[in-house]
């Protein structure tokens, strides 16, 4: 049976900041035979999604996963491209649906302001990695 996991990652680096930890989600596909068997599957996949390395600011950088945030099989009843449904109630479900211009595609780089903090070493040149100015916005 396919099956599709939400699972939960943290971005640690040694500057612990006061408004929160930088977290991920991420949702993969996979086959297992059993739901149990799924469960510790999407444990391992979260495991060993786990990686360490130096980021551009030589600062070491470690996403651990946190956990299972949900599970569930996808079964004849979707689609073939299906990765997620959720069924739930909704008053006014029209407002849960973003105008095309605030989608993440076009605002990937405002999830977290700045991600110069996630990119690796080996990408930056070999001159002195430094923090990129921030642009003024008009």
């Given at each position: 049976m396919k099956y599709a996991a939400n699972l939960l990652f943290e971005w640690r680096l040694p500057d612990r900041t006061p408004r929160g930890s930088r977290c991920e989600e991420r949702i993969v596909v996979f086959r297992a035979p059993t739901d149990r068997k799924a469960?510790?599957?999407?444990?391992?996949?979260?495991?060993?999604?786990?990686?360490?390395?130096?980021?551009?600011?030589?600062?070491?950088?470690?996403?651990?996963?946190?956990?299972?945030?949900?599970?569930?099989?996808?079964?004849?009843?979707?689609?073939?491209?299906?990765?997620w449904y959720r069924f739930f109630r909704s008053k006014s479900p029209r407002r849960l649906v973003r105008e095309d211009r605030r989608l993440a595609v076009f605002n990937a780089a405002r999830t977290l302001r700045s991600v110069w903090w996630a990119v690796p070493l080996f990408l930056v040149s070999k001159q002195k990695a430094r923090r990129p100015k921030p642009k003024a916005h008009a």
């Open positions: 469960v510790a599957l999407a444990k391992k996949i979260g495991r060993d999604g786990q990686m360490s390395y130096l980021n551009a600011d030589r600062k070491r950088l470690r996403v651990h996963f946190i956990g299972i945030r949900d599970l569930m099989s996808l079964g004849n009843e979707c689609d073939r491209g299906e990765v």
